[in-house]
């Protein structure tokens, strides 16, 4: 009896008998309906936008003006999604789907659209005929939905445009979601690239007895845009031993023959989960080897087996379109028509009944389908407030501006530690870092908590438990990932670095950004708490490991994000770096970065100014500024700031009856000064700077960051506007030869200060070159001393500030 024949007796007999059980059904055939259903509507998206059910011939003119999408992923992640789905049926598990290449879109579409989630969300896509045309002639169209994966598909927590994250940010999301499988589903593409392949460590820290499991599965099709895959060459025997060595226990899916690849699927995704749960329920405390699938199939299994002699099925020419010219080559709409014929889509689905009853044997119930769970959305229950200890408890003594004690990262890890403290019962903080916790002076986390480790701890390990919530692991790209898929399901987290060194995951927080600037407008991604950085050990105070270690770079290419949604925060002590932790870690959807040194420096404002200080975004400092001045000085960021200060002691010292103002920019955004939605309008910008005096800004970074801010907000004269800041002028030096070298001493400072005064005519030239040649002589002084000492003199180091 010929397949289309048991088709069509099947369809008849569940679609007038729906109480027919599973038992009753060739469970083969099922999957086979489903999988025939799933790849036709792949390859329908891209190519029509009519004949949607081939009802005549194709014609030129059901095809689409312009062919978009990949088609040789899809085969293979529609077998993976088939199977998941229906091993969360069969065991009421909840599952996440991460896909990995993401450019596989038209296929996690039609799975979707299978399950009945894509209309849930677009109802104006019911899972019928009706929904089928709107779906294909919306793929990869303007203003439809577009070629990858994006935050307006469901389900959805990684966009994979940018190959490489998907393991680091599936095991993010099963951190604290005890409950979860999360199925990560890697092309052997994207595991060619470094992320991946340290991600594979990042099982020795999770522990999946308290944890949820990533599952990953390896897609092996074989093949990239033009060429072999690395791991598509290995053999099985190789593979095999790679995996085991990583710590896991591998399983292999391979053939080309659909029902004996069914037939794998089904018993490797039991075993699977058999194992999952054996070791969840285990009260052993050794390194669990979790299983893994390597999943070998043919590039673009299904579809067209040759075009014009080339082989096109199980090569890289499947990858993407394959019948590039069907819109106006009568053989490639043959070889289309042949294609899509091949599914008899007929069978599965008429404009009057809609789709047979295959489906409701397979798919699970509403609430445990993988595209609608409903982690991957934020809101409740996912995501909780933090519960946030006064600032004021781990506040310093500032009544006296310029007292010296404060560490800006001693405070925060005493903030840190309490917010372990108050939130242990709901589990939803953690702290990631690249083996600096005790570098960045953060370590006083450990008093509560501890580092996740699932390998053998030795006697001597300091502050490593198998459940500890830092997680430290030197892969900054993985720690970003992990801290999506954290956050993006729901949860909060800190990301520390060192400055030089976060700027590895630039283009991973530029994705993420692009992620969260359109979730906003999704209007079922609800409230997510925000990705929050500290950057400390930067390169003004890395003098001692040199100039690898000196790169202010991430803070330009954050403030270059279009949309109302990132803050960068470079508060000057340790109260305002309280009052700003506070404030990012009960922001919601937005990427905050804290810019602040663990060196002792002074303290310059109190709690409550410094809270003040954080609503502003940027004021003026009293304590340090004349009334009517005569030029403003400006410093952004504590080491900047302290030498801005030093800078107006200098000039007082060599000439009292200067007026000098003070300005501190607490936050910059890409709106311009203070924090998004409160940036600093023109009319402030003019009370703060006045509307004609000289004004010298001492900036953390590039000084073309903050010339491209002043571009616009200056009106008038530019030229009145320096700004001086890193300029790649680093070494193995000293911490004030670090200023000497950038131009951001306060030598260099008061002198440019002096300049401009005689050059608007405030102070007689003569007394002005007087004071500039005092001022030089005491910056050779300091040259000096650092080339024949190796430090700086001891009136650099205890600079202390008087009124």
């Not at 919601?588 to 609503?615: C, D, F, Q, S, Y």
Request: proline share 5%; aromatic share 10%; net charge negative.
């Amino acid at each position: 009896m010929s397949r289309v024949l048991i088709g069509l007796i099947v369809c008849y007999l569940t679609s007038n008998f729906s109480t027919i059980s599973i038992t009753m059904t060739d469970k083969n055939l099922l999957f086979d309906q489903y999988y025939r259903a799933a790849n036709y509507l792949t390859a329908a998206q891209i190519f029509l936008k009519d004949n949607f059910l081939l009802e005549r011939p194709l014609s030129f003119d059901d095809i689409k003006p312009r062919l978009l999408g990949h088609w040789g992923s899809g085969p293979g992640v529609n077998l993976a999604y088939l199977h998941l789905n229906y091993l969360a049926k069969k065991k009421q598990q909840k599952i996440l789907f991460v896909l990995g290449p993401g450019h596989a879109f038209p296929a996690l579409q039609a799975n979707l659209f299978l399950e009945g989630t894509l209309s849930k969300y677009y109802p104006e896509l019911p899972k019928n005929y009706d929904g089928i045309a709107r779906m294909c002639q919306k793929f990869s169209w303007p203003y439809g939905f577009p070629s990858h994966s994006s935050p307006s598909t469901p389900g959805v927590i990684l966009e994979g445009g940018e190959l490489g994250y998907s393991l680091a940010t599936a095991q993010g999301a099963a951190l604290d979601n005890p409950d979860q499988i999360v199925a990560c589903l890697i092309g052997d593409g994207e595991a060619e690239t470094g992320p991946i392949s340290g991600a594979w460590h990042i099982n020795k820290l999770v522990n999946p007895r308290t944890n949820g499991v990533v599952l990953p599965i390896l897609h092996l099709n074989g093949y990239k845009i033009s060429g072999p895959t690395v791991f598509g060459r290995m053999t099985d025997n190789e593979l095999l031993h790679l995996f085991v060595g990583y710590g896991y226990t591998p399983r292999i899916v391979s053939g080309s023959d659909t029902a004996d690849l069914h037939a794998q699927m089904e018993e490797v995704l039991e075993w699977a989960h058999g194992l999952i749960q054996s070791i969840k329920k285990s009260d052993s405390t050794d390194f669990a080897r979790l299983p893994m699938i390597i999943m070998r199939t043919p590039k673009g299994l299904t579809g067209v087996k040759e075009l014009d002699g080339q082989k096109i099925e199980g090569n890289n020419l499947s990858h993407q379109t394959v019948l590039k010219l069907a819109k106006t080559d009568q053989g490639q709409l043959d070889k289309l028509q042949e294609w899509l014929g091949s599914y008899n889509i007929q069978e599965l689905i008429t404009k009057e009944r809609g789709f047979s009853s295959f489906l409701n044997e397979l798919i699970p119930d509403p609430s445990l389908a993988m595209g609608n769970n409903q982690i991957a959305h934020g809101g409740e229950p996912s995501y909780k407030p933090l519960i946030l200890p006064p600032v004021d408890q781990f506040a310093e003594d500032a009544t006296v501006p310029g007292t010296i004690g404060s560490s800006s990262m001693r405070r925060a890890g005493l903030y840190l530690n309490e917010v372990f403290k108050l939130n242990q019962e709901a589990n939803n903080f953690r702290l990631f870092s690249p083996d600096e916790t005790y570098s960045n002076k953060l370590d006083k986390v450990f008093e509560t908590t501890s580092r996740s480790w699932q390998l053998p701890i030795a006697k001597w390990d300091k502050d490593i438990s198998n459940d500890g919530r830092v997680l430290e692991i030197l892969s900054e790209h993985n720690l970003q990932g992990l801290m999506q898929g954290y956050v993006l399901t729901g949860r909060h987290g800190v990301f520390a670095s060192y400055e030089a060194f976060i700027q590895v995951v630039s283009s991973m927080m530029d994705q993420y950004a692009k992620f969260l600037d359109q979730a906003v407008h999704v209007d079922w991604r609800q409230s997510i708490p925000s990705f929050n950085y500290i950057l400390t050990s930067s390169g003004w105070r890395q003098e001692h490991n040199g100039f690898s270690h000196q790169n202010p770079g991430f803070i330009d290419d954050a403030l270059r994000r279009h949309g109302d949604f990132v803050d960068i925060y470079f508060p000057a002590d340790g109260n305002t770096t309280l009052a700003a932790l506070e404030h990012i870690l009960s922001s919601t959807r937005r990427i905050n970065i804290l810019v602040a040194g663990k060196t002792l420096e002074p303290r310059w404002l109190t709690p409550a100014l410094a809270k003040k200080h954080l609503e502003a975004g940027v004021s003026i400092w009293d304590f340090a500024s004349d009334e009517q001045p005569d030029l403003v000085f400006c410093g952004v960021g504590d080491y900047m700031t302290k030498e801005c200060l030093a800078a107006i002691k200098e000039m007082k010292q060599l000439w009292p009856k200067v007026k000098l103002r003070f300005v501190n920019i607490l936050s910059l955004t890409s709106c311009g000064f203070g924090r998004s939605g409160a940036c600093l309008t023109s009319d402030g910008f003019v009370q703060l700077f006045t509307s004609d005096k000289p004004v010298i800004i001492n900036f953390h970074g590039y000084p073309e960051t903050i010339k491209a801010i002043l571009y616009d907000y200056i009106s008038g004269s530019p030229r009145r506007f320096s700004v001086h800041g890193y300029i790649e002028n680093g070494s193995t030096t000293t911490p004030f030869d670090m200023h000497v070298r950038n131009q951001t001493s306060r030598y260099h400072l008061a002198i440019e200060a002096f300049q401009k005064l005689a050059s608007n005519n405030t102070i007689p030239f003569e007394d002005a070159q007087h004071k500039i040649a005092t001022l030089q002589a005491k910056l050779d002084k300091n040259t000096e001393y650092i080339k024949e000492n190796g430090i700086d003199m001891s009136e650099i180091e205890n600079f202390k500030w008087t009124n």
